[in-house]
């Protein structure tokens, strides 16, 4: 493969990766206006977060077994004009309810690009590999939280929240435009998969029973977690407690994902030295014990504006190097079935993002707690069960010798 060519293919499925990012980090700094605008509070309007995130969840499960029985490319069209229809639904939306709904179809549609570009890395790179081009696609998805924020914090100041959803679309269809002159087939479609319940019930359970899955994705998904946290909570961290603008907001968004990005990409020259499995290990660590530092410097109310930033940037680094490896020691032992392989691994990630992103609307409290607990909690939890798993581990798979039953 040319050096341009395997440019082209890391932007494109960076792009896909990214939609998803996109869309649930541009309309954060018009938190406030939406609520305004259809008279609810900010907590209100931070469950059109939640559903999205749901959406996201379900939609993993069911673009899986889709990818493998009709290759990658018609799913991930469809969802594509899922998304695109969605989207414009958003901007016409005049209350919260109706918001919550479209935004719940606009995340089903958007992870079908997120599911596919994650197969597609499977599918046209040699497995060695695969931890590296997943870093370099989190330095594409890192533009979202460096520009989207921004962006959508100028926008709507300037035009108004509804304009946010106009670009999205645009996004989408330029994406599309993408995929299909220049991405090529990946996969070709498997017609023995059966698209009855229970045959998708076979090769999901045939996927979960792998250790070397269960282990690396569940750990990952909640060690990333963390980030949803912050996600979730930033907007009332730093509008409503610490009393910035929203073009502020978007200008330290964009700063923390420096942290996220760079370590993501100081972790393509970690892998050359050492073995993914020792990096997620020693990162889990570090991020537990940052995390734990965060919770009792809130809790004593010592961190003002800058010690807080500080934190969540460091915990962010942490999530930044764990996530590209734990995504390639999920998928390594899957070849043929890399779609279900992926929606569970999508599927793991969004679900605990889901559940975090609501437990943030629970908390009552006028501080960055909250959003530390949660981040202690993830990386905690995410240590154990990367403990328990380990031992279930006989030999990690460097190759593809692990394969789905298609019936």
Same mark, same amino acid.
Request: net charge positive.
């Given at each position: ?11 494109? +499925? ?13 309309? +954060?700094?018009? $938190? ?12 209100? %309007?931070? +469950? ?22 009709? !290759? ?6 469809? !969802? /594509? ?17 109706? /918001?919550?709904? @479209? ?47 921004? #962006? ?10 509804? #304009? ?18 220049? *991405? ?10 059966? +698209? ?10 045939? %996927? ?9 994705? =569940? ?7 963390? *980030? $949803? ?14 009393? #910035? ?25 970690? =892998? ?21 530092? $965060? @919770? ?6 010592? $961190?003002?504006?800058? !010690? ?10 942490? @999530?930044?190097? =764990? ?38 609307? *629970? ?33 990690? #798979?460097?190759?593809?010798? @692990? ?5």
């Amino acid at each position: 493969m040319t050096k341009k060519r395997y440019t082209t293919l890391v932007l494109i +499925l960076g792009s896909l990766t990214a939609l998803g990012p996109f869309s649930i980090d541009m309309y +954060l700094p018009g $938190f406030p206006e939406i609520a305004r605008e259809m008279h609810t509070s900010t907590a209100r %309007v931070a +469950l059109s977060l939640s559903s999205y995130f749901i959406g996201i969840s379900a939609g993993q499960l069911l673009y899986g077994p889709l990818l493998d029985r009709f !290759g990658r490319k018609p799913p991930l069209y469809a !969802g /594509l004009v899922l998304y695109t229809i969605s989207s414009l639904a958003c901007c016409f939306s005049r209350d919260i309810n109706m /918001l919550i709904v @479209v935004r719940f179809f606009q995340a089903v549609g958007s992870c079908a690009a997120a599911v596919a570009a994650m197969a597609m890395v499977r599918d046209l790179f040699p497995i060695q590999d695969n931890a590296k081009v997943f870093a370099l696609l989190i330095l594409v998805l890192g533009a979202s939280p460096m520009i989207a924020p921004t #962006v959508g914090g100028y926008v709507t100041d300037t035009v108004g929240w509804q #304009v946010i959803f106009i670009i999205l679309t645009g996004l989408a269809v330029c994406i599309f435009a993408a995929v299909f002159f220049l *991405l090529p087939d990946s996969y070709q479609p498997d017609k023995s998969l059966s +698209l009855k319940p229970k045959p998708i019930l076979k090769g999901f359970a045939a %996927v979960i029973k792998e250790p070397q899955f269960y282990t690396y994705a =569940i750990s990952g998904g909640i060690a990333f977690s963390g *980030l $949803f946290a912050y996600v979730a909570s930033s907007p009332l961290v730093f509008m409503d407690v610490f009393k #910035v603008s929203s073009k502020a907001y978007g200008w330290i968004f964009a700063f923390l994902s420096i942290g996220f990005i760079g370590s993501s990409q100081v972790n393509s020259y970690l =892998i050359t030295k050492y073995k993914s499995q020792q990096i997620v290990k020693v990162a889990l660590t570090v991020m537990v014990i940052i995390s734990l530092l $965060f @919770v009792a410097g809130a809790a004593q109310h010592i $961190f003002g504006l800058t !010690g807080t930033i500080a934190m969540i940037f460091m915990v962010l680094c942490c @999530v930044g190097i =764990i996530s590209p490896n734990t995504s390639a020691l999920s998928l390594a032992p899957f070849e043929k079935n890399a779609g279900i392989a992926s929606s569970l691994l999508g599927a793991f990630q969004m679900c605990i993002g889901s559940a975090v992103s609501v437990g943030v609307s *629970l908390f009552k409290s006028n501080s960055a707690l909250p959003m530390a607990v949660l981040m202690f909690a993830a990386s905690a939890l995410a240590s154990i069960v990367l403990l328990m798993g380990s031992k279930h581990i006989k030999q990690p #798979v460097v190759s593809s010798d @692990v394969k789905i039953a298609a019936h």
